[in-house]
């Protein structure tokens, strides 16, 4: 398999990954009376959902 086959077979487990880390990270932010590190998991997740989306931009930006 090439690796835009193995990125479009992975992109709904990192968006499922992405979008719970993400929650967490909201959810903590909520409960915590520092915020920034619920927002800094936040951020993570949400650049773990986008990394398929941002991988395939690069792949077709270099062609």
């Known amino acids: ?3 835009q086959d193995v ?3 992975a992109t709904l487990a990192f968006n499922l990954v ?3 880390v993400c929650i ?3 959810t903590l932010a909520q409960k ?3 915020k920034w590190p ?3 998991i936040a951020v993570i997740g949400f ?3 986008t990394m398929p989306m941002f991988y395939q931009l690069i792949l077709m ?3």
Request: hydrophobic letters at 50%; aromatic letters at 4%; glycine letters at 12%.
């Open 1 to 3: 398999m090439n690796p």
């Open 7 to 9: 990125l479009e077979a």
């Open 18 to 20: 992405g979008m719970v």
């Open 24 to 26: 967490v990270g909201l």
């Open 32 to 34: 915590m009376s520092r």
């Open 38 to 40: 619920g927002y800094v």
């Open 47 to 49: 650049q773990i959902a």
């Open 61 to 63: 930006l270099r062609q």
